[in-house]
């Protein structure tokens, strides 16, 4: 009897749970955070300044981003 009442009651208030859902202040967005780890990988990247190697994709990511 307990389940079909706990069910009940949640059928019951859900709509009201959404209605005061809509006037909760919306929380400010997360940013989103890619953070790159490789085997023996230092900075000698093309986004930081080294024309020799070639990574047009992780140039391409960072300059679509924040370093």
């Not at 009940?8 to 780890?37: C, F, H, M, Q, Y």
């Amino acid at each position: 009897m307990k389940p079909i009442l706990t069910l009940l009651t949640s059928l019951l208030l859900a709509p009201l749970a959404a209605l005061g859902a809509e006037d909760a202040p919306k929380p400010a967005p997360r940013p989103n955070i890619l953070w790159l780890v490789a085997e023996d990988m230092g900075v000698e990247l093309g986004c930081y300044g080294t024309p020799e190697v070639g990574t047009p994709r992780l140039d391409r990511l960072a300059s679509d981003g924040v370093r």
